[in-house]
T-cell receptor, first 112, second 117 residues
Framework: DGGITQSPKYLFRKEGQNVTLSCEQN?????MYWYRQDPGQGLRLIYY???????QKGDIAEGYSVSREKKESFPLTVTSAQKNPTAFYLC???????????FGQGTRLTVV | AQSVTQLDSQVPVFEEAPVELRCNYS??????LFWYVQYPNQGLQLLLK??????LVKGINGFEAEFNKSQTSFHLRKPSVHISDTAEYFC???????????????FGKGTLLTVNP
């Protein structure tokens, strides 16, 4: 079945450590996105990529980095510069114009 | 740029009652509109979408929404809710594709619908 796979579902890290969240899609979608979700804040866009080897900052990119070396993959690294990294992270993808976004099941990151 | 306002952060209702979740948007261009549902600790699932055509859009699970361009609204409705409809609902907008523009969605902050027995 086609879809978006995020791993792991739960992730615990010590403060000051970098951590990478995985996002893979087999939908052959062009664009991929990372959102951060906090209670009462809705979804806030971190980074997005419309084509391989190209990506743009979203609204809250500070402290995060991404890469898009393959169409299927869009990993997100939460760096030690991110002041409050504990959150629920959602990856999404879209085919092109006129289509909705498809979402993964999310990764809950807890930094202790 | 687009923005989305969901007018109610929480909506409690009794089972079998009707419900309306309100969404207003602002944009300098025409937009595409979406409603998503999120169950606890899960990703988002599309309920329905408006791209063009009929302003009344029907979605999954008995939900429907009406696009009102003059009021820049896209309210979600269901005539009779079930306990299983308890979830968070998000309204989202996106500008139509125009060559070099991006596809990104802008989300509202969500409305928590709680259906009580």
């Amino acid at each position: 079945d086609g879809g978006i796979t995020q791993s792991p579902k739960y992730l615990f890290r010590k403060e000051g450590q970098n951590v990478t969240l995985s996002c893979e899609q087999n939908l052959n979608h062009d664009a991929m996105y990372w959102y951060r979700q906090d209670p009462g804040q809705g979804l806030r866009l971190i980074y997005y990529s419309q084509i391989v080897n190209d990506f743009q900052k979203g609204d809250i990119a500070e402290g995060y980095s991404v890469s898009r070396e393959k169409k299927e993959s869009f990993p997100l690294t939460v760096t030690s510069a991110q002041k409050n990294p504990t959150a629920f992270y959602l990856c999404a993808s879209t085919l092109a114009e006129n289509t909705e976004a498809f979402f993964g099941q999310g990764t809950r990151l807890t930094v202790v | 740029a687009q923005s989305v306002t969901q007018l109610d952060s929480q909506v409690p209702v009794f089972e079998e009652a009707p419900v309306e979740l309100r969404c207003n948007y602002s944009s300098s261009v025409s937009v595409y509109l979406f409603w998503y549902v999120q169950y606890p600790n899960q990703g988002l699932q599309l309920l329905l979408k408006y791209l063009s055509g009929s302003t009344l859009v029907k979605g999954i699970n008995g939900f429907e929404a009406e696009f009102n361009k003059s009021q820049t609204s896209f309210h979600l409705r269901k005539p009779s809710v079930h306990i299983s409809d308890t979830a968070e609902y998000f309204c989202a907008v996106r500008a139509p594709y125009s060559g070099g523009s991006n596809y990104k969605l802008t989300f509202g902050k969500g409305t928590l619908l709680t259906v009580n027995p």
